[in-house]
């Protein structure tokens, strides 16, 4: 099972704690690094957030959420063997052709390091102040990718959808392996058919073995009902109340057929941030391994 550190742009956004932090998670072990997205936070919040009992993100103005893609292009450059990816990038605020083009450049220059992990978004308020429409994102989402996707395969490429739509054109460079793995983010009934039809991993935000355990078996049951082979989609779980006991929490997931763990940043803030870091791979990264 392979070890993740999720947000680490969000305990390390300037340039030298940013290195310190991925140099340190490369030698402690971890597999990739991974970033959060939001483009601003609104002084306004009226949208719930799905991961808390009380629906208010935990983040205030003070919390820094850099750029994804900006922050892990310096982690490639920083490192030789992490895979940098998105937990999560809000694709329907962006341009999908503009997107392809720079997830293939970092790909790129990465050497083949990037995966794509997205959802749809949950806060309104900054689809609004973005002036990106709030309906259909679903629908916008999945027809992104398959203009994207498109775009990577080959040169010469025409796609005519309802929210993408262009005659033959060129995005080059395009990613080494001829596409970039994407993984679905979201516990909800769409996120499950989307992660079934058009996913290369799945990632929810339930940290719950019983619930997760359902979650998986109706990704899967999505994915036979479309005759695929649920083995080609990754599970990837956030590994955040397995904290308080790292090696139950990777037995009972190794159980459940996880692929991979994301261990949020946060666990390591601080002063001492770095040795607790280093720690847990010497100690905790070698039992996933396993």
Not at 51 to 66: E, F, L, R, S
Not at 118 to 131: C, H, M, N, Y
Not at 164 to 189: A, E, H, L, Q, Y
Request: aromatic fraction near 8%; charge should be negative; hydrophobic fraction near 45%.
């Amino acid at each position: 099972m392979k070890v993740g550190l999720a947000f680490a742009a969000s305990i390390a956004w300037e340039r030298e704690n940013s290195l310190e932090l991925i140099k340190t998670a490369e030698t402690a072990g971890f597999e990739s690094v991974w970033c959060g997205e939001h483009v601003i936070l609104p002084d306004t919040i009226i949208s719930k957030y799905p991961y808390t009992d009380d629906g208010k993100i935990p983040a205030t103005a003070d919390t820094a959420i850099p750029d994804p893609l900006i922050w892990l292009a310096f982690a490639a450059a920083a490192s030789s063997t992490l895979r940098l990816g998105t937990c999560i990038l809000i694709v329907p605020q962006r341009n999908p052709l503009v997107l392809a083009k720079e997830l293939a450049t970092l790909d790129r220059i990465s050497g083949g390091r990037v995966e794509l992990g997205l959802g749809v978004g949950w806060l309104k308020e900054e689809f609004d102040a973005l002036g990106v429409p709030w309906e259909a994102r679903g629908a916008r989402n999945d027809e992104y990718v398959a203009a994207m996707r498109a775009l990577w395969r080959e040169p010469h490429v025409e796609f005519h959808g309802k929210y993408v739509d262009f005659d033959k054109v060129t995005c080059s460079p395009r990613p080494v392996n001829g596409s970039i793995p994407v993984i679905v983010g979201g516990d909800t009934d769409a996120a499950l058919r989307r992660a079934a039809r058009h996913a290369d991993g799945y990632f929810p935000g339930e940290g719950d073995p019983k619930k997760l355990a359902e979650l998986i078996g109706r990704l899967y049951a999505e994915a036979e009902k479309i005759g695929r082979d649920p083995a080609e989609i990754k599970i990837n779980i956030m590994f955040g109340a397995q904290m308080a006991d790292p090696a139950a929490g990777i037995a009972e997931l190794k159980a459940l057929g996880v692929d991979r763990i994301m261990v949020p940043a946060f666990f390591f803030a601080g002063e001492d941030g770095l040795d607790r870091l280093q720690q847990f791979g010497d100690t905790i990264i070698p039992m996933a391994n396993d």
